[in-house]
């Protein structure tokens, strides 16, 4: 069974630049989750879709982030502009339902504000 | 609301003695618990979780973590570390309700000297 792929593995921009994450979770997993991941920090939920529907995105910035799901497959996570604190490792998930145990992390885009 | 508190954020052991690396954590509602290990670059990958059934609970290599109700923790543990053990590893939980997102704790970093 293939993983989550996500895609840029690392990407280094200037401050007030936009960028741009993309997820393929793993076929059928029907919930789709972005982290956030601070150096030294564990992982902060950003926004949990439920097909191409977003379930919670309480905790992300929506003044400069936002997210698509389209189709409910693959998924888009954009910041724009970037900030330095925006430095940080972006994970993305999947999982069967929202209730399952069958949680699946890729391994991670490396954000580097500069 | 949930909460994990990982009590170390750094744990030094010797090559073949006891790992314990402790947690305790705060859920509104019976919670799922689990134990997630991060080695450098790497995704996040399982080692166990617990979602209501046996209070001790085992994992892959070797670990493993007893639910306590009573004390709110959710202790990991592991009889002879090896140097392949050395990582991060995050506390995790869920509360059963809601959206069933997942609450990392801060990680703890294990240390393995020969």
């Known amino acids: 069974e293939a993983g989550v792929a996500q895609s840029p593995r690392y990407k280094i921009i200037e401050k007030r630049q936009s960028v741009a994450f993309w997820c393929n979770p793993i076929?059928?997993?029907?919930?789709l989750y972005w982290y956030q991941q601070i150096l030294g920090q564990g992982p902060k939920l950003l926004i949990q879709?439920?097909?191409?529907?977003?379930?919670?995105d309480s905790q992300l910035p929506k003044d400069r982030f936002s997210a698509e799901r389209l189709k409910g497959v693959d998924s888009t996570l954009k910041i724009q502009p970037a900030k330095l604190e925006d430095s940080a490792v972006y994970l993305c998930a999947s999982s069967p339902t929202r209730g399952s145990y069958g949680y699946t992390f890729g391994s991670g885009t490396r954000l580097t504000v500069v | 609301a949930q909460s994990v508190t990982q009590l170390d954020s750094h744990v030094s052991v010797s090559e073949g003695t006891p790992v314990l690396l402790r947690c305790n954590y705060s859920s509104s509602y019976s919670p799922s618990l689990f134990w997630y290990v991060q080695h450098p670059n790497k995704g996040l990958q399982l080692l166990l979780k617990?979602?209501?059934?046996?209070?001790l609970v085992k994992g892959i290599n070797g670990f493993e973590a007893e639910f306590k109700k009573s004390e709110t923790s959710f202790h990991l543990t592991k009889p002879s570390a090896h140097m392949s053990d050395a990582a991060e590893y995050f506390c995790?939980?869920?509360?059963?309700?809601?959206?069933?997102?997942?609450?990392f704790g801060k990680g703890t970093m294990l240390l393995v000297s020969p």
């Open positions: 617990y979602t209501s059934a046996a209070t």
């Open positions: 879709f439920q097909n191409n529907g977003v379930v919670d």
């Open positions: 995790v939980v869920r509360d059963n309700s809601g959206y069933s997102t997942l609450t």
């Open positions: 076929s059928g997993h029907a919930t």
